[in-house]
C-alpha cells in the first residue's frame, strides 16, 4: 500500500484552527515552512489561553520559526494561514521578510492585506510578500462560521 | 527640599529608549500608565536581544500590563511610546484596547499612525485610541538620528 502522502501545509494550519476551537479560540491556525517543506513553526491561536490579544497564529508560528533558526529573517519561508492575516500580523510577516503568505478565507472586516489596511501596499512596508489568498476557502472559512455560529446560539 | 516630581510616562519611555541604545538596539521606549499614572507595563526594542522582530517596545511592555491587570483588555490605559508605532503595534495597542496613544518622534517612513497604513483610521480597526503625538518630540527623535548617524559611521 502506498504511504499516503504528508498534509499540506493549509492542511496543518486547518489542524491547528479545529484544535484552537476545540480550546474556545477563534479557529485561526498557521504554519511556517522552509523551500522543502519542512515545517518550522506551526500554531492555532492563544488570545484566550495567554490572555494576549497579540497572540495570534502568525505572530506564535513565525516566532517557533525564527527561534528554531536561530535568525530573526526568514526570507526563503512561507507563512501559510486559515483566514487573511489582520494588519497586525501582516506587520509581522513583513518584518520576518517571508518570501510568501498564502492564506485561505479572506477577511473583508478584520483583514489587512486584501482588505482594510492593506499594508503590503501601504508605503510603511518596506518588504511585501508574495500573497496567494483563497487556499481551501471554503474549509477555512466554515470553520469561522461554525465557531461563530455556535457562539450566538450559547 | 521638596521631593522632586515622579518621571512621567515619556520620561521612562525615554530612559527604556536610552537603554536600548545601550544595548545596540534601535532606541525605542514604551510605557503602559493606568488612570492614576502608575506604571503597569514598561520595555525597550528587543528585537536584537530576543532575535524576534515583533519583540517592539509597545507589544512587550502591552503584555506585561495584560498580565499585570490579568486581563487582555486595557480600556482605561495610556500607551506613551517615544516614536509613532508601526503598523503592527498600532494594531496591537487597538486590540488592547488602550484608551490613548501618545508618542514622541513622528516616523514618515515606519509609522502606522499618522503615517503609511494609517491603522486607526482604516475599516479594519474597531477601537481607535486617542491619539497626541509629538510629545518631547526633539529629545526622541535625537536619541534615534544619534543612533543611526553612529551606526553609519562604524
Redesign the interface.
Known amino acids: 500500500m502506498p504511504a499516503s502522502p504528508p498534509p499540506s501545509p493549509i492542511e496543518l494550519a486547518l489542524a491547528e484552527a479545529r484544535a484552537a476551537a476545540a480550546r474556545g479560540e477563534v479557529p485561526v491556525g498557521a504554519v511556517v515552512t522552509a523551500p522543502d517543506g519542512s515545517v518550522l513553526g506551526q500554531a492555532g491561536n492563544r ?1 484566550e489561553a495567554d ?4 497572540a495570534h497564529a502568525e ?1 506564535l508560528a ?2 517557533q520559526a ?2 528554531r533558526r ?4 526568514l526570507p526563503d519561508c512561507t507563512l501559510t494561514v486559515t483566514l487573511e492575516p ?3 500580523c ?3 510577516a513583513s ?3 517571508v518570501k510568501r503568505v498564502c492564506f485561505g478565507a479572506y477577511d473583508p ?4 492585506v486584501e ?5 503590503f501596499a ?5 518588504h511585501a510578500p508574495e500573497v496567494i489568498g483563497g487556499l481551501r476557502e471554503a474549509e477555512c472559512g466554515a470553520l469561522l462560521r461554525d465557531f461563530f455560529g455556535l457562539l450566538r446560539r450559547n
Chains 1, 2 share one sequence.
Open positions: 488570545v490572555r494576549d490579544p497579540s505572530i513565525l516566532r525564527a527561534r536561530d535568525s530573526p529573517r489582520c494588519p497586525m501582516a506587520q509581522a518584518f520576518f521578510r472586516k478584520g483583514g489587512g482588505h482594510g489596511a492593506r499594508i501601504a508605503p510603511s512596508c518596506h
